[in-house]
Nanobody, 126 residues
């Protein structure tokens, strides 16, 4: 059974950092791309970053380029999202998702992912 469990969210001040974790189980991580997405209540999920775990190919949304870093620990089956220089607009519920890897880089489109975690809340406030 495919499972993804996010953790690491919480309150943080603007300019601060958080590291989110996505613990995966029930599938071979190398065969899947893992994406991180952010969602505000009543709005669509927005792409943040993704990684093609077999080859380590990474993609970032323009809004987080240079501030966020995605990485994968293939031995532990965990994908991390290091978030630095956080801004108020970075707040929301963060979801990780798994989609079958095509071998041509990962996708930032939520529709390309069919397994989702339950989300972890990130709150940016002074």
């Amino acid at each position: 059974q495919v499972q993804l469990v996010e953790s690491g969210g919480g309150p943080v001040q603007p300019g601060g950092s958080l590291r989110l974790s996505c613990a995966t189980s029930g599938f071979i991580l190398d065969d899947y791309d893992i994406g991180w997405f952010r969602q505000d209540p009543g709005k669509e999920r927005e792409p943040v970053s993704c990684i093609e775990t077999r080859w380590g190919v990474k993609t970032y949304a323009d809004s987080v380029m240079g501030r966020f870093a995605i990485s994968g620990d293939r031995a532990k089956n965990i994908v991390y999202l290091q978030m630095n220089s956080l801004k108020p607009e970075d707040g929301g519920t963060y979801y990780c998702a798994a989609g079958t890897s095509t071998g041509f880089g990962c996708s930032l489109s939520p529709s390309d992912y069919n397994n989702w975690g339950q989300g972890t809340q990130v709150t940016i406030s002074t």
